[in-house]
């Protein structure tokens, strides 16, 4: 039977209809349980759109059989994925996660769950993700390596166990056992820094808490060389999510094909390629750049 689809939702109509009309595309999807958590408002000016967005899932079809989890708060998306991951994956031993920004590939459910299948009771990989964005068409269709996406992602209850919320705990063993150089692709990004800002409030990152559980645990993730997905949340409409298309992928209309990899170890030329990316795109000069061009649009943002 095919892992359960877990889509979060919160107050983006467009965005949720393309996302649950792309997994429905896939062949799977007919034979798959989806389970929908839908956010509550902030404030009562929310209601009205966050009630349409309920009445659409209630409307869909083409599933298995269609779960919808109402929160009668806002629970934000940290909470939102941390409950429902861990109450779904406990449940069935598995999930594949989508959030409602994503367009996903005719042929994503059919990789997941192959790669759910071939890697299940590989210990040291605990996390696949389908999405690409550095483009580069040296990496092969799945590698694996010591980093964690979260733009279509799965995995297993035996590695969502190592999932540790507690921000600080993570951020001083990372730094206490000297790995932040390489938890931040040799310098290159500054996860360790997105991980400090979390454990001061000043950001709400389940997914850096996530990479750093499994980094910490020496456990890889399978990574695409093409991607299944596309993120639509960068049109400035998402908590997370602005402008700058950083991160933006062309959906690949193939299927990939999921042999395990041997031996279980990080492809260190992948790990390479991230660097190279997070060197050409988190440069200052690259920043410079992107800053002076959005100035020139009107763009005045931070």
């Known amino acids: 039977m095919p892992a359960p689809i877990i889509l979060f939702t919160y ?10 009309r792309s997994l429905a595309a896939n062949d799977l999807a007919k034979d798959s349980e989806l389970f929908v958590f839908s956010d509550g408002p902030k404030d009562e000016t929310e209601r009205p759109i966050i009630e349409e967005i309920r009445h ?4 869909t079809k083409g599933f298995k059989d269609i779960h919808l989890i109402e929160r009668s708060e806002n629970w934000g998306l940290a909470r939102n994925v941390i409950d429902g991951v861990t109450s779904l994956v406990n449940l069935y031993g598995e999930v594949i996660v989508v959030e409602d920004d994503l367009v ?6 059919r990789f997941m769950n192959d790669a759910l299948a071939t890697y299940r009771d590989e210990p040291r990989v605990g996390h696949i993700q389908a999405y690409d964005f550095t483009q580069d068409k040296e990496l092969p269709e799945t590698f694996l390596i010591k980093w964690t996406g979260s733009w279509g992602w799965a995995t297993w209850k035996r590695a969502w166990q190592y999932f540790n919320p507690d921000g600080k705990y993570l951020l001083h063993e990372i730094e206490s056992r000297g790995l932040s150089y390489t938890f931040d692709f040799n310098g290159k990004y500054g996860f360790t820094r997105m991980l400090r ?10 997914a850096i808490r996530w990479n750093a559980s499994l980094f910490l645990q020496d456990i890889l993730s ?11 949340g960068f049109d400035g409409s998402g908590t997370n999510c602005g402008g700058g298309h950083l991160y ?3 959906i690949y209309l193939l299927p990939i094909c999921v042999e395990k990899i041997s031996p279980i170890t990080e492809n260190l030329e992948a790990r390479r390629a991230f660097s190279r990316y997070y060197a050409r795109t988190n440069s200052f000069i690259a920043k410079a750049i992107r800053r002076i061009k959005r100035t020139l649009r009107g763009d005045f943002g931070a």
């Not at 659409?56 to 409307?59: A, D, K, N, V, Y």
């Not at 399978?222 to 639509?232: A, D, I, K, P």
């Open 56 to 59: 659409l899932i209630r409307e």
């Open 197 to 206: 800002r979390q454990t001061e409030g000043k950001n709400n990152s389940w």
């Open 11 to 20: 107050n983006r109509i467009l965005h949720a209809e393309q996302a649950i």
């Open 104 to 109: 996903v590939s005719p042929y994503f459910l």
């Open 248 to 250: 933006s992928a062309d």
């Open 222 to 232: 399978l990574n695409v060389g093409r991607s299944l997905v596309q993120n639509n």
